[in-house]
């Protein structure tokens, strides 16, 4: 097994542990997995699978990252190949002094930025990534909705064995393309899902669609080339334009969980949620009006409250 152990330094503040969890969302994920000190990911570099485990050393005020790439035989340059990739993953190169700025002046938004100050926002590490999780959401809940990416993970991903376990990176576009429909319903997606990742894989793969492109685009035309993609509506186009690009003025609005949340901080439990397809769109109409003065760190914000849900539960400290 060849090893290579480098330094990143991310601006402070920082914090690894509230960022991995904005990734892995439950305990449950087996892509990106936490053991309380070190994030352990299988990552691609030159379609070779690597291990990356990274640990925080120093204070989130002073913060530095040791990471240990391990492969039967390391890519070459895979240190900095490997840069590319955790910075994109983990937001490493986002500044977030206009959002602290904000939420200073903010009295509902200060406390909860106080709270997890040191979070930044990571990006799955790659558009059919971001796209095969949105999908896979829909209209269920997170904990079936991991279970599924974890069997799918197994599945169609590289295999990559190391004494931490048996582990896999999330499939590639190019792997995905040579499934087939039933290999993926067995993981627990509906008919209609598989043949929406797989479409989506295929067109990925044959170089018809990238992040770069999307990149060149507004939201609103990026949003409108995602949802003329198989399977993908608004709430889906939300999501990849937040996760997949780092689009941190886009708050999935449609997001049921999210809703619940904003109602819970905004309101107090004692008050009920309004269902996101309520006739008279008052829901929606409440998003759009609780999240405008947080643009453009709205999709920040939708973060905030995921790990205000996590700490409810107890799942962070």
């Known amino acids: 097994m060849q090893k290579v152990t480098y330094t990143l330094k991310p601006t402070p503040p920082f914090r690894l542990d509230l960022t991995v969890w904005v990734l892995r969302r439950r305990p449950a994920n087996m892509i990106d997995l936490w053991d309380g000190r070190t994030y352990r990911r299988v990552i691609n570099i030159d379609d070779r699978p690597v291990l990356a485990e990274v640990e925080q050393q120093g204070s989130p005020a002073t913060p530095h990252l040791k990471v240990t790439l391990s492969s039967e035989r390391l890519p070459d340059k895979a240190e900095n190949l490997s840069k590319v990739v955790l910075k994109w993953l983990l937001g490493l190169d986002i500044n977030l002094s206009g959002f602290y700025e904000m939420a200073a002046m903010d ?31 829909q209209q269920i809940s997170l904990f079936a909705a991991m279970a599924v990416l974890n069997r799918f993970t197994e599945a169609c991903g590289k295999p990559f064995s190391h004494q931490a376990g048996k582990l896999r990176p999330f499939p590639e576009p190019a792997d995905v393309a040579l499934c087939d429909i039933e290999t993926m319903r067995k993981s627990g997606l509906s008919t209609a899902k598989a043949k929406a990742i797989l479409q989506i894989a295929r067109i990925i793969a044959a170089g018809k669609l990238n992040r770069g492109q999307l990149e060149l685009m507004d939201d609103e035309s990026a949003s409108e080339r995602l949802r003329n993609l198989p399977g ?22 449609k997001d049921s969980g999210a809703l619940k949340g904003l109602n819970r901080w905004l309101k107090g439990d004692a008050q009920a949620s309004p269902s996101p397809s309520a006739p008279d769109g008052s829901s929606l109409n409440f998003v759009e009006q609780a999240i405008s003065r947080w643009r453009p760190y709205a999709g920040l914000v939708y973060f905030h409250l995921l790990l205000n849900g ?8």
Not at 232 to 253: H, V
Request: charged fraction near 20%; hydrophobic fraction near 40%.
């Open 310 to 317: 996590l700490s409810r539960e107890g799942y962070i400290q």
């Open 107 to 137: 009295s509902d938004l200060g406390p909860l930025a106080e709270r997890f100050v040191g979070v930044r926002p990571p990006r799955y590490s790659t558009l059919f990534e971001a796209a095969a999780n949105g999908i896979a959401g």
């Open 232 to 253: 993908i509506g608004p709430w889906t186009a939300d999501y990849i334009l937040l996760r997949g690009l780092g689009r941190l003025d886009i708050f999935p609005r």
